[in-house]
């Protein structure tokens, strides 16, 4: 039996990708909150928010690469700023559509980038790595 998940940040600039994941991962049960974030800087207030109260932190983060503003390398670049409680806490997927083979080398290279998951999410890849 996987170990449930408290809560997962979904980091995803588009409204219809946010909308399909969260519903795939709602159905999943893995987690029993998810936070949506339209933007990287989004997504780097709720963790500075939390960044004090480790219980409130996401215990996973689900990054698109691709996004207009801030794209997922630099939601990275200010990610690692972060207290160690945040980062040791908080396990990054990015999350995308990409074949572009600089990205892919890029997400695989970032420490704090646990794997790079492919669009559209598919349940069973998610299971398996959050079973690791």
Known sequence: ?????RKLLLIDDNEVDLKINSKIITISKLF?????????KDGLAYLAKYAEDPDGLPDFILLDIQMPEMDGFEFLERFKNFPKVVTEKCLVAMLSSTLDFGDITKAEANPHVITL???PLFLKELEELLKK
């Open 117 to 119: 998951l492919k669009k």
């Open 1 to 5: 039996m996987l170990n449930r998940q």
């Open 32 to 40: 029993e909150e998810i936070v949506l974030c339209q933007s990287g």
